[in-house]
Structure formats: C-alpha cells, structure tokens
C-alpha cells in the first residue's frame, strides 16, 4: 500500500503500518484486529465512522450497477470460449477506467468542498486581535495549517485507489489464466481433430496438407504392413479408416487425385 510522506510533518501513529500485516491480504482479513485495552475507545472509532460513510456515500452515487437482463444472464451460462474470454476482459477493462473516473470525481468534488469549508472558516482578523496572545495567534496558525494538509483525507484516497485496483486484478488475473487454458484446450481439440483420418472426401479436403500426404500415402500403398505401422503411429483405428478406403477403390475421381498427388512427390521414397 502506497504512502505519502511530507517533510516536516508527523504522521499520525495509527496510519502506519503494522509489522502484524506483513504477508497478509490486508484487504481480507478473516478476524480484523481489535482495539486493545489500553487503547482509546472514544478517539479511533470516529475516523473510521467517517470513513465508512464517505465510501457508503460514494457506493450509492457513483458505483450504482444496472440489473442484467435475462438475455445476458444466459449468456453468462453459455461455456466460454477465447474470444467471450477476451470480451470479458476488454468489459473489465472499460469498467475498471469507469471506475476511476468516477473516484477521482468524488475525490475532486470532496476536497473541493473541504477547501471552501477551510476558507469560509477562517478568520484573518484574528491577528489584528490585541486580545489574542502571540502564542494562540501562533497555535491558530498551525491548526489552519494541518488542516490545509489534511494528511489523513489524502491517506484515505490513497487507500480507496489501492483498494480499487486490488479487487480490478483479482478479477483480471483469473480471466487471463482461463484465456490460456481454454486456448490451449482449443489447441489440443484442433490438432486432435486434424489428426483424425478422414472418412469422407470432403472431409479429406478440408485437412491441412500434411494431413491430406499423410493420408494419400496410406491409400496409395499396397503394403499392408506398411499400412499397419501407419496406423500405429498415427493413432488411427482399422474402423476409422475403412469408410475413405471403400471410397478410393469405388471413385475413380477420386482415386486420380490421389495417385496423381503421390506423382508429385519428388522424392519416390516418400510414396511408400
């Protein structure tokens, strides 16, 4: 989590991180830390009572969400494939930049606020005030100056940010990771079914032309043993390839282009 140091200034004590957190998700604690009993009870609960107003308050002008439509509820149901995958991601993406916008508004509307509040509460003629001692004059300087600062508010902003961008890349890691996967299965799926022997023409036709020689030299030769360590190295079953071979021996068209592609080999030691 990011901090912003200033020269000169004191950090408040309870803003700082903890030893206690290293290595934890510090946005999900199952058992959050609970005050001490030596600590004060009165003064750390009205900070953290603003600040979850501020955020309830932010949540329900600027992050309201439409209700899906029955329509893109199904769609949710549908399996996913690379490029719903990547839909999704370019979706989160453009949610994540709303998202942004949206905070840095509140954020700009919020200090905006607060400085004309801090303006319209100070009084210059204090220091016209004979009545007023030097060493209050000098106290009321630096209370108006601490609160110019307002280090707390800008800590507060700090964390929302940090907070936004850990929820956008727990869902963004996740999409990308199934992106792979589902494009290595689609992969596998492809190369499984261009390895298949054919068992029609058109279905021939429609191989790689790897696949299509591998396929003409097993129909071309008459060598059954040949044929047989064919079939073994390629994983193809007898069954599988009875359906084209029947094809090859009643289609005369097609057994022409068969031979005539095997004719094409240049080197006659691939025919066989």
């Known amino acids: ?12 004590k309870n803003r700082l991180p903890s030893s206690k957190y290293e290595g934890l998700n510090g946005f999900r604690l199952s058992d959050p830390p609970k005050p001490g009993a030596g600590s004060d009870p009165s003064a750390a609960p009205s900070w953290a009572a603003l600040d979850a107003h501020c955020t309830a308050q932010y949540i329900l002008t600027h992050k309201k969400r439409p209700i899906p439509t029955l329509e893109q509820m199904r769609e949710e149901l549908k399996p996913d494939t690379p490029e719903t995958i990547k839909k999704r991601i370019a979706d989160l993406r453009a949610q994540h930049l709303s998202d942004l916008q949206r905070m840095y508004l509140w954020h700009a509307e919020e200090y905006l606020d607060d400085a004309l509040d801090m303006y319209r509460c100070f009084d210059e003629t ?5 009545e007023i001692s030097k060493e209050d004059k000098d106290e009321i300087s630096t209370i108006y100056e ?23 890349l727990e869902q963004l890691v996740p999409l990308y990771h199934e992106l792979k996967q589902t494009e290595i299965r689609q992969e596998e799926e492809r190369k499984r079914r261009e390895a298949d022997f054919p068992t029609t023409i058109q279905d021939y036709h429609s191989k ?3 696949v299509k020689m591998r396929v003409a030299r097993f129909l071309y030769t008459t060598d059954e043993a040949r044929q047989e360590k064919m079939l073994s190295e390629f994983g193809w079953a007898s069954r599988q390839v009875k359906p084209l ?3 090859y ?3 005369d068209a097609f057994k022409a282009e068969i031979v005539l ?12």
């Open 1 to 12: 989590m990011a901090y912003m140091w200033f020269s000169g200034v004191d950090l408040p």
């Open 126 to 130: 204090y220091s016209q005030n004979d």
């Open 146 to 168: 601490e609160l110019r600062r307002y280090i707390p508010q800008q800590m507060r902003w700090e964390d929302e940010l940090e907070h936004l961008r850990h929820s956008y």
């Open 208 to 210: 790689s032309a790897d």
């Open 245 to 247: 071979q029947e094809l």
């Open 249 to 251: 021996r009643k289609n």
């Open 261 to 272: 592609k095997m004719m094409e080999v240049k080197d006659p030691r691939q025919r066989v």
